[in-house]
């Protein structure tokens, strides 16, 4: 595991293509996992690197506080994608194991584990076929039109919806979007999405967007809908 040197440019783009699928580096919320990562890189990834830049700002927001977030800070290397190499590592690969291993029988007897098997898959049927069977409790869901603002004309509004659509969160789905003019040449983004009321309010909606701000100057809430 690992996502390589995080001072290099090679080492973000491997942390950004990580985030793109996830929200922090472990877990559904900030960890002493983000907060070792956060330590190991010394600039702030630039706008191209959208994933990556939007969890920076995010995990920056909690500086005073990281010594409280929970976990435990494991080494560098331990976090990240498979098959990458942590080049900020001295640790060397763990030696092969003899060859007096080789007679241990790998396999062992299938027909002990049978009858096991079986009956734990029964349980694990029975316990989804009870869960299903109920009725499943009322969620509370809004659905949201942003108007997201760019600074200028020259602002690049395909990449600023990429870095919108970028921010992904448990109770969050995005939804259509379009182009609106505001004056002068330039193009305000409008964005549909449904949030969970319980889990995504739009005051975090606005930190997380904002935080691209070399290229969002503002985001306003233009209808608000109860589902």
Known sequence: MGFGDLRS????KVLNGFLSERSYIEGY???????????AISAQPSADLCHALRWYNHIK??????????????????????????????SAPPACKDDDDDDIDLFGSDEEEDADAARLKE?????????KSKKPALIAKSS?????K???DETDMSKLEECVRSIQMDGLVWGHS????VGYGINKLQINCVVED??????LLEEQISAFEDLVQSMDVAAFNKI
């Open 9 to 12: 440019a090679s080492g973000l």
């Open 29 to 39: 919320v900030p960890s002493q996992a983000d907060v070792a990562v956060f330590e």
């Open 61 to 90: 927001s909690y500086q005073s506080q990281k010594s409280s977030l929970p976990g435990v800070k494991k080494p560098l290397g331990q976090y990240g994608p498979s098959g990458v190499a942590d080049t900020t590592s001295g």
């Open 123 to 131: 349980e694990r049927l029975a316990e989804y076929a009870a869960r």
């Open 144 to 148: 949201l039109l942003l108007d997201v």
């Open 150 to 152: 760019p600074w200028d």
């Open 178 to 181: 379009k182009l609106l003019p």
């Open 198 to 203: 319980d889990k995504v309010g739009t005051d």
